[in-house]
């Protein structure tokens, strides 16, 4: 079993940064793989990126956002840059064994979610 808690989320001007934080309980987190995905209010669930082995991410994020990774502490994290009026959602990270994936449904474990909001 791997628990996920998320963290980091807040109300930020257009422009501006936050980083969020997804801590892992389990002793083999480093063999998983950690996506990223935020789902703003009526619409579905969104993939923003993954970390394991190497590093995808969403379009809509590429060059603004930056995933990294602290195994030591079970923990990755979400660094995002330049936030932009689109970008306001509730951000989850899901985990899996294995490479990462895009498609949210191949993830087995998810954490709770933050808030992020942008106000411009």
């Known amino acids: 079993q791997v628990q996920l808690v998320e963290s980091g989320g807040g109300l930020v001007q257009a422009g501006g940064s936050l980083r969020l934080s997804c801590a892992a309980s389990g002793r083999t987190f480093s063999s998983y793989s950690v996506g990223w995905f935020r789902q703003a209010p009526g619409k579905e669930r969104e993939f923003v990126g993954w970390s394991g082995g190497s590093i995808s991410y969403a379009d809509s994020v590429k060059g603004r956002f930056t995933i990294s990774r602290d195994n030591a502490k079970n923990t990755v994290y979400l660094q995002m840059n330049s936030l932009k009026p689109e970008d306001p959602a509730v951000y989850y990270c899901?985990?899996?064994?294995?490479?990462?994936?895009?498609?949210?449904?191949?993830?087995?474990?998810w954490g709770q979610g933050t808030q992020v909001t942008v106000s411009s």
């Open positions: 899901a985990a899996r064994r294995g490479v990462g994936v895009r498609q949210g449904s191949q993830y087995t474990y």
